[in-house]
């Protein structure tokens, strides 16, 4: 068996002194000529990173074709059995006389009709709601780079969005007088804010706050879970589509799937969605507890998550993010939520003895 070999005993040095050897002084003896002296220690740099770093292949995400195909085949032949039905329809009534043949063939045409209008529509629902998305990211963009031109841009693009609202006329005007005084991109964002946008983000926080004291009246009152959901889910329905209405989106059905999936997706990024914890420490932060009975309190929690909700809506349909003015939160509902809960435990009948 080979002998391990000795250990040093630890010693301590100054990293500046004669005795210490790096690189340069062991390469100056053998230029000089002469012998090197025994070191106390010696300094060994690490080999230097190469220059060429091979990155290690990331295998790609898993594509989903296959399940698009199958969406499509399946309602290629949904559409084709329709077809084939409704044209079997109407040859039956052909066959049994004329005029029920043309009524059925009238109606036939009008579903047509409708449905081209109901596609229509959710195409301009979607296109508008991109804009949307396109204005927010600019604004975002001029005020980060405090660009002047992306930030006038965007703002046309948002006065041509509003010319036909009368509650945003006062902001064009004023926008429209004082928007060539304004050199810095970031300073023209906070003044669209302050002239253009501030109307409607006072009606958005009177929606998220009368939604959030029906949500929290009626499932303070209901007697059945089931009742509490589905007004929850309904109200916050709505919530968002007047929200989006407010800002200038016309959703349709599937931009409304759209708007959810984005609100949701922004609870979930701002950690909204813990709102177990939260929500209950907000109640009794601000006295809710002490005010309403426990029969309320569900009530309560179910407003201050709407209009967390309503918060986050806002977010997402507002077509510029808060710069200059402070978002909404769900403490500036609070007040609302205890007032309302406040009249119901006064109206609420007290049980006689």
Known sequence: MSAEPPRRAPRAFRIDGDRIVDDEKRQRPRENGGQARKAQAEIIPEPPLPEEIVAVPVAPPRSRRWGRVLAIGLGGLI??????????????????TDWLGWTGLAFAGLAVLAVLALVIREIAGLSRLKQIDRLRAKFTAAAEADDRKTAGAALSELTALYASRPETAHGRNAMAAHSREIIDGRDLVVLTERELLSPLDARARTLVANASKRVSIVTAISPRAVVDLLVVAIENLRLIRALSQLYGGRPGTLGI?????????????????????????????????????ARLGEGVINGLLTARIGAAAIDVCRPAPFIGTPPPRVTDFVGSLRKAAETVEAEEPRPTR
Do not use: C, E, P
């Not at 939260?278 to 507890?289: F, I, K, P, V």
């Open 79 to 96: 559409s084709l059995g329709l077809g084939l039905a409704i044209d079997s329809l109407i040859r039956d009534l052909f066959a049994r």
């Open 257 to 293: 799937f759209r708007l959810v999936r984005h609100v949701l997706g922004h609870l979930a990024v701002t950690g909204g969605m813990a709102a177990g914890d939260s929500l209950l420490q907000q109640a009794l932060g601000h006295g809710l507890a002490a005010k309403v009975s």
